[in-house]
């Protein structure tokens, strides 16, 4: 019993890679940025620290648990991802559905220790994080896509201190975009094979004879 419950445990972590923590880290920066961009360290600034890395902790295992119960048909084809919890049967849709739950709930009470406004932009992105599982089916950008809903916590942390939105923001906003579209990209290659043949989209696909100028080309925006 207590191997099972064991076991359990390590599939739910493997779920929302809650072992592999560096993905949560790149959501984490784009909050850090937000935050400190014009703004010196303060009490409630390291407050709003704190809260961003638990909430890019939880979220992203959130994000990870979605996409893996949407994808796990896909999941299943591609040589990275076929030993993943779901596809591997390891722990059923309904698990995987009660976890994100958790997370989403745990998320929330991280969220509702700031004002409202913040609150409302914070929930304006989580429908995008849902649709993003799809944007692979039918377009060859979902690099985009992710740079949208990954860079979102520069909006909302710098909203958190200022109340309103700047030129500034908007600009680190889009340099975070840009810097998701080249990591993201050079993941993607790892891929290419396998999403070609199941007709899965990724800039990688789309540029697939240029690697170095299309990543350099990110890069150097975001820049």
């Given at each position: 019993m207590y191997k099972h419950f064991k076991n359990k445990i390590r599939y739910f972590i493997e779920l929302g890679r809650?072992?592999?923590?560096?993905?949560?880290?790149?959501?984490?920066?784009?909050?850090?940025?937000?935050?400190?961009?014009?703004?010196?360290?303060?009490?409630?600034?390291?407050?709003?620290?704190?809260?961003?890395?638990?909430?890019?902790?939880v979220m992203r295992g959130a994000g990870c648990t979605i996409n893996d119960i949407i994808d796990a048909p896909l999941d299943a084809k591609v040589k990275r991802t076929k030993n993943r919890p779901l596809v591997?049967?390891?722990?059923?849709?309904?698990?995987?559905?009660?976890?994100l739950i958790f997370q989403l709930f745990f998320g929330l009470i991280i969220i509702l220790n700031f004002d409202l406004k913040t609150i409302l932009i914070s929930f304006f992105i989580i429908p995008f994080v849902f649709v993003y599982p799809f944007v692979k089916k039918i377009s060859n950008y979902p690099q985009v896509f992710l740079g949208f809903v990954f860079n979102w916590g520069i909006i909302i942390a710098y909203f958190s201190l200022h109340h309103t939105i700047n030129l500034g923001c908007?600009?680190?906003?889009?340099?975070?975009?840009?810097?998701?579209?080249?990591?993201?990209?050079?993941?993607?290659?790892?891929?290419?094979?396998d999403d070609k043949k199941h007709n899965i989209g990724s800039v990688a696909v789309r540029y697939?004879?240029?690697?170095?100028?299309i990543v350099s080309f990110f890069y150097a925006t975001s820049i």
């Open positions: 809650y072992n592999k923590l560096y993905g949560a880290f790149l959501l984490m920066w784009p909050c850090y940025w937000g935050s400190l961009i014009n703004y010196q360290i303060d009490q409630i600034s390291l407050k709003n620290l704190f809260l961003f890395f638990l909430g890019s902790i591997s049967k390891k722990l059923t849709k309904v698990e995987a559905i009660l976890f908007i600009i680190l906003y889009l340099a975070g975009l840009f810097l998701t579209l080249g990591y993201d990209t050079i993941y993607a290659f790892q891929d290419v094979t697939q004879k240029y690697p170095r100028l």
